[in-house]
């Protein structure tokens, strides 16, 4: 609540473009958006790379925001388009043949709880990457199907095959590392 | 969708929901420069939105032309009369309070003194004493009977007509009168008459030409027809009939 509290404060002070309000902003919210970056990036370093564009993206577009909503919900929002630019500038072409792999194994089980961040960071990192992008957009930061196919230029059954293959490379991955069946706690 | 897969989602998102890593040193400063080439880039506007209008000394330049320019086109204009005479008219709306002065007319600049030339000095005084008792155009009448037609305030500056009136008062308001017509010269009696009693002049006219062509065809002292002017001077035909009958008795 007090860190809500002082980032819409902030968000006045950057309203003027006053650079120490600016600072101050960053610091309450790079870690976070770092985190989210680090989920759609293949490495540290690209993500980085995205967490200091969208933070430029922020503080030069702040008009663009119109109080709908937390001001942190906007950067983080900010974040995710940023990553998916990043994204679209580094296409890739999906392993298909990797995917089917993975369509047999999503019966056995594995344990989420007990990974660690890097851990499974470095598991979501495997995915190619677009199967990546939609699993963070749907069941991370909570975008419908439909919005991710406006935003990706893709159809919703798209969207939805991808996602479902990636849940499945997901739990098979994770399965390999814990080696174990999968309990829900 | 499977709940197994609804599970999967939700241990997936409570897992990185507190998910903060370490942000890199330096990483702040990156953004700093980043910022400033943003800023540094022409039209590029960033921060508030709202545009502040700012008193520069361009706009006050711009300011002082616009007057200077409104001033040009309106400044007083210099305005030659025929009369001879330079002012600088403006028109007024309202009569002026104070009573109008009285003025000597004018002379008028030689249009009758070649006519006053001609005739004896009889006439010349009766001319004289008529033209005194008549108003000209553009002297003043102390008289409010009077009605005027146009008033016009007159700042004369032609030092070549003294005195002069209108540049003695250069801010007073004079009234233009519409004259009537009236004749240029008035005569006395005894000299309309002897006018009168001289004949039409011996103009070379047509019925000199014509008696010259009868003459040509016909060679006898008298002619069978002849040309004249009558009283009125226009040409008239003479036939002589009894020669024509002489000619027959023959």
Request: glycine share 6%; hydrophobic share 40%; proline share 5%.
């Amino acid at each position: 609540m007090e860190h809500a509290a002082t980032v819409n404060s902030l968000y006045e002070g950057c309203k003027e473009n006053n650079r120490q309000a600016q600072e101050m902003l960053y610091h309450a919210l790079a870690s976070k958006m770092l985190g989210v970056c680090m989920r759609y990036a293949s490495s540290t370093f690209e993500a980085e790379d995205i967490l200091q564009a969208g933070f430029v993206k922020v503080f030069t577009q702040l008009s663009s925001f119109r109080g709908e909503g937390s001001f942190e919900g906007w950067v983080r929002r900010v974040m995710v388009n940023t990553a998916i630019e990043a994204y679209r500038k580094n296409t890739r072409l999906l392993r298909i043949a990797d995917m089917a792999e993975a369509d047999g194994a999503f019966q056995q089980g594995y344990v989420i709880d007990e990974l660690e961040y890097e851990d499974l960071l470095a598991i979501i990192r495997t995915l190619p990457e677009g199967y990546r992008v939609i699993f963070n957009m749907y069941v991370i930061e909570g975008y419908s199907h439909k919005e991710i196919a406006e935003t990706l230029h893709i159809s919703e059954g798209t969207s939805k095959s991808q996602l479902s293959r990636a849940r499945s490379w997901l739990k098979e991955k994770i399965k390999q590392m814990e080696g174990g069946v999968y309990e829900s706690k | 969708m499977n709940p197994n897969d609804k599970e999967f989602d939700r241990r997936m998102r409570e897992k990185f929901k507190n998910f903060t890593p370490g942000v890199p040193v330096g990483l702040w400063n990156k953004i700093d420069d980043a910022l400033d080439s943003e800023t540094s880039k022409p039209g590029k506007i960033i921060g508030p939105t709202r545009t502040r209008w700012k008193f520069t000394p361009r706009w006050a330049a711009a300011v002082l032309v616009v007057f200077a320019l409104a001033y040009w086109y309106n400044r007083p204009v210099e305005v030659i009369y025929l009369q001879g005479k330079v002012g600088i008219p403006v028109v007024v709306g309202e009569e002026p309070p104070s009573p109008r002065p009285v003025l000597q007319p004018a002379d008028e600049p030689g249009d009758i003194s070649p006519a006053k030339s001609v005739f004896t000095g009889k006439v010349l005084e009766r001319i004289n004493r008529i033209s005194a008792e008549m108003p000209r155009e553009g002297t003043v009448r102390d008289d409010d009977t009077q009605p005027s037609a146009v008033e016009i305030q007159l700042v004369a500056t032609d030092a070549e007509t003294a005195p002069d009136p209108i540049v003695d008062d250069p801010l007073e308001t004079y009234i233009i009168e519409v004259l009537d017509l009236q004749p240029l010269v008035v005569l006395e009696e005894a000299e309309e008459v002897m006018l009168a009693n001289v004949g039409p002049s011996d103009t070379f006219g047509v019925s000199r030409l014509l008696n010259f062509v009868v003459g040509a065809v016909d060679q006898r002292a008298e002619k069978a027809i002849t040309f004249s002017n009558d009283e009125e001077g226009s040409l008239r035909i003479d036939f002589n009939f009894n020669l024509v009958k002489n000619r027959k008795s023959k």
